[in-house]
């Protein structure tokens, strides 16, 4: 299936020869449209495969155009073009298979180019995959993760009955419409679990929790890469813990705000249910799953699901990092963790910088113990391995003091039968970045040895 209905608009009614004739060539239908008005009637009587429309991100009728095209016809695919890509929803399904193909000024030939990728890819169409992926969610898919990702296509494949990975492709296709967002859930990493890296939970409840509540007021809590829930339920969790024991006004704890967001709707959907399996509360102990768990009895023996003291004050909602839009409220804890890794180093600097901007000043940044070594991109005092802290522009905002304890370096040995990737990996996990690496092994026989 080709790209055969096309938008382009034209403010006088006549196109630019170049991009109609070579669609034409290409078997496509070419159509024109002079204004928005004309655009949505035209939408609502015929699916197009894309649209070529002009627009100007510095104008806020232009979007507040784009807004109202994309909550209007939610099937179209918002695609940014070139340089054109912020504050566009380009996570959005397209349910039709309409592409919006955005750019300002329209350049012709990327348009072009764009348009003929998807027409004639023939075997390479995995690639055009991976560059749409890449677009719409920023999954850098580099040499190193291809077997990996052709892994997870087949897996998806055969869960619509294709035996192989270029059936999949062609099959992604021709049903990009409703395929679009089981791919961003497949090819985007759930691995999670309540209490993961359990030391940042007991932080939060000796130095982070304590030192916020000196200011008497609610807190605000954003898990910015939530998956399916469970960070932010044990981050909320922990909390009540705290409040419980350090006896917090019962005002200030329920009304604590925890926003959790993902750029992947499926796994969203888990998280607002809050329903578990036994396997996954493993980690949670006993008293707090008597405490925060519904236990499932009959038909739903198994399942436990997290009760309405905690899920009340939970709100979810869709965030792609790439994009600008955040929540718009600012917070004094961030939980970005297992989600850098993902991105290039552009992008990577951009996200902290918004992330950075987000934080109240005296808050606190948390980002995974793999994730360590990118505190040279993040603008704020980092006072454990993977915690951070923003500086205060208020007097009377406590800070965590430096201390001993909160300086003491995680100890590692390195265990791989490979002197390269043991430098490497020494490299990695240098002082600058909380670690100290104590001795090195090249099997395991060696390893515990050392242990």
Not at 292 to 321: H, M, P, W
């Amino acid at each position: 299936m080709g790209l055969k209905r096309v938008l382009i608009q034209s403010d006088d009614g006549t196109t630019v020869d170049l991009l109609p004739d070579t669609l034409a060539s290409l078997g496509c239908s070419v159509e024109v449209f002079q204004n928005v008005g004309q655009l949505k009637n035209m939408f609502k009587v015929g699916t197009y495969h894309a649209c070529f429309m002009r627009v100007d991100p510095h104008e806020l009728k232009d979007m507040l155009t784009i807004e109202s095209i994309s909550k209007e016809f939610p099937q179209v695919l918002l695609v940014g073009m070139g340089e054109f890509t912020d504050g566009l929803s380009i996570e959005h399904a397209a349910m039709s298979g309409c592409y919006l193909i955005l750019r300002t000024p329209i350049n012709y030939d990327d348009a072009k180019h764009l348009t003929e990728k998807f027409i004639k890819a023939g075997p390479q169409k995995e690639e055009i995959i991976f560059e749409l992926m890449h677009n719409i969610i920023g999954i850098n898919f580099t040499p190193a993760n291809k077997k990996m990702i052709h892994f997870r296509l087949e897996k998806r494949g055969k869960k619509v009955h294709r035996n192989s990975l270029q059936e999949y492709v062609d099959y992604f296709f021709e049903n990009i419409s409703t395929e679009l967002n089981q791919l961003i859930s497949t090819l985007t990493t759930h691995t999670t679990s309540f209490f993961r890296e359990p030391g940042h939970f007991n932080f939060l409840l000796d130095k982070v929790f304590p030192t916020l509540l000196l200011q008497q007021r609610p807190l605000k809590i954003w898990s910015a890469s939530c998956s399916t829930g469970q960070e932010i339920y044990s981050i909320a969790m922990t909390f009540r813990e705290y409040c419980k024991d350090a006896k917090v006004d019962p005002a200030i704890r329920d009304a604590t705000k925890f926003i959790a967001s993902d750029v992947d709707q499926k796994s969203l959907e888990i998280a607002k249910n809050g329903v578990y399996v036994a396997d996954e509360v493993e980690m949670v102990s006993k008293d707090m799953l008597s405490e925060y768990f519904d236990k499932g009895t009959g038909d739903l023996a198994g399942l436990f699901r997290i009760r309405n003291n905690i899920y009340a004050s939970c709100k979810f909602e869709q965030v792609n990092l790439l994009s600008n839009q955040y929540p718009t409220e600012n917070f004094d804890i961030i939980f970005l963790r297992h989600t850098l890794i993902y991105f290039k180093e552009k992008q990577l600097r951009e996200i902290l910088e918004k992330i950075v901007e987000k934080l109240l000043p005296g808050g606190f940044l948390f980002l995974s113990l793999s994730e360590s070594g990118f505190e040279r991109m993040i603008s704020l005092k980092s006072i454990r391995p993977a915690i951070f802290q923003k500086e205060s522009d208020q007097q009377g905002t406590a800070r965590i003091s430096m201390t001993d304890d909160v300086l003491r370096k995680i100890r590692v040995i390195i265990t791989d039968d490979s002197q390269f990737v043991r430098k490497k990996l020494k490299d990695i996990l240098g002082p600058e970045s909380g670690f100290e690496v104590v001795g090195e092994a090249e099997n395991p026989l060696e390893l515990m040895k050392l242990l």
